[in-house]
């Protein structure tokens, strides 16, 4: 192939991404830090490979970039703090695997202060934009990694999702989100909020996507003390035909906007059509208000532990550091009833899931929001049982029946079936108009 | 059949078990509550059923009696204390499984107070006796379970395990002992210790009996938010050939007695003799020590929310009081610093049995020892790594090289593998003389 020109240019598609983030992010604020010279010679590097006809694979070349709590050697992991942070001697496992399958790293991405919140309205660097919609939220807490690539700057990012901060944020922004199954991707080197709950996730325009980067950054890694063994998980789906979901009473769970009740419908009735078989189900004892209640305190709890010292110093806002005081006052019974809560919750999910290919729910009860609105309570409420019960979920993007912001979907599989979750994923993109292509 | 004599009499075992209790349980102090009246009544029951030809099958007529912390209707659950506790409205669920298989319910067991410790030196209902030898303590907190059987009034008995409390009085007392996969049997009646960590479980002569029980007392019970749906686990094996179970460092994980290493090694060798595949294994992280206190802080954090405001009243030792109200006063960090060991030890026991039919451990670290001496504090050391993990475990009994009171293994399995462990045990019975045949 030397001498031929490339389908694919890394260093074209690199100098674009560098290029328009200097023209959008002094507005969109979804990156907190560019590396425009490692980047140039990770594709330089990328590019002598495909030359050379000696590519390392569908991700070399690729221009990726990964939200401010995940360690990029060299890099301070501030986690959208301003609290000092020696920089990272090494790589987390993710982004080594990453740059090691050709990746190339742009940068880190604006996030909700700590990963406890759902807004990236960042007090230190910046409110982060929806490229959707100027003056409205991208979600949290994951916000910068759904801007990003929203924004046209990337088409690759990764995030982290505690109780929806994959999710809500491609969402908002409509794109396609995985949480994957707790523990299936390493969590070395990331800065956790609540090491029981959150997990690093991938967040991109089409589900293959998810599939490679899942592909690359799950797996074994000894560092990582809860890393689980790889689990082959159920058999891939073949076709939407016969593939059985349940659906919650979603309208009885959460207080909904109608548009993304009428979306949802609309999503049902495609399925049906395409012959998914949706089931009514009901998971027993499933309380979102109280579930998102239990795993913000988990999250205080386990995030006051993970800053330590930190949490007295300076660079946290006012609110944050309230939230994580409230964690360490807190009483070992108080958050034994959470924990309770949780476990009950998993057994309940994997009653309702038995005999299933997984559940269906709307992502959020709303879209996107004004930053200057008030912020709603119950974001997480349909996001955090997948966190609650360490199963894998995908955030599908609907287009909106009123044409304006999108709205989403999102399936939860059993624990290991990542991989159908993301082959779902491929047949469903046959559901256009319903569903949003990016 | 009908005027054909019985070759099994309930009504001739129910009366030689009470006739048994009155004997011997002045000294062994293994009953809290014995119940003729209704005893000889189901029994009646049971040998009218026989006469008929209509019998419930293999527990019918089987006298049993179940720990102080299960409920029995019209009974109050004390579990080992003196604190008020109105009468049971109804059975346990255990329970009333086993008298609708046709058992006859002899009383209820004493126990070590509140279910938190390991001798059954009861300071209201008795110093409950090893049978094997007086002055002796027949283990803990299941004591009572152990010591009805191995005194000869019943067969079988129900104990509850938080960190080994069915399978140290087993080995203490040279019966087999099951704790189950965690979540298999319904808790409903019970009254925990730890929800998180305890679990119903059989005590038997023989390991064919603890199958007969769980098949009663398993499956689900949705009064109970912790009980898992029935997973089937995986082929029972259909000999000793060619079973892989890996070996950890026993003598470098805890002190051990001499006498406890030499039976071990002793039945390993049988093992390998009958074709058991032995491998080292090391379970990364494992420090029993650590272990232990985790589990501890977490009895004592449950423990005092399920006992609520009943831990400021009567009835309670000041020892056991103080234990709980450590856990009370236990900051939320401390609990959740517990809840990481035991998350991360889960992983690294799935890493390590990958691939085996299960663990290979001794049960204790020392054998029997006099209520007169001093508590060893690492009696959890081995036992209570099931706990953490939900895993099941059996407790072998093993004659000691010296004659003396029994030595003790356990083999510790796969979630879900509990049917396959006592299928283990049953072949395990061929390796007499190093077994313990009772």
Redesign the interface.
Known sequence: MTGMPLSFSPIEHTEAALERTCLVDDDIRSFVTTLPESARAEAQASEARMVAGQSFGPLDGIPFAVKDNIAVAGLPTRCGTLAPSAPAHKDATVVARLRAAGGVLLGTLNMHEGALGGTTDNPFWGRCMNPLKYGYTPGGSSGGSAAAIASGIVTVTLGTDTMGSVRIPAAYCGLWGLKPTK?RVPATGMTHLS??LDTIGPLAREPGTLGAILSVIEGPD?AD?????LNAGQPHPTTLVGLRLGVPDVANLAACEDIVLVAFERFKLALTDAGVILTPINI??WSPGKVRRAGL??SE??G??VLGNTLEGLGLSDDFRAMLLY???????????A??KM??LA??F??AV?GLDGLLLPTAPQRAFAHDGAVPVNQADFTSLANMVGAPAITVPLCAPDGELPCAAQIVGQRGSDHSLIAMGEFLKDLSPVLRLT
Chains 1, 2 share one sequence.
């Open positions: 523990g090491w029981t000894l003390p809860l890393n689980t063994p027993k004892d305190l988990i709890v386990e006051a532990e964690g360490r006052r807190a009483s070992a019974g108080q958050l034994a009833l924990y309770h476990q009950a057994v309940s994997d009653n038995l």
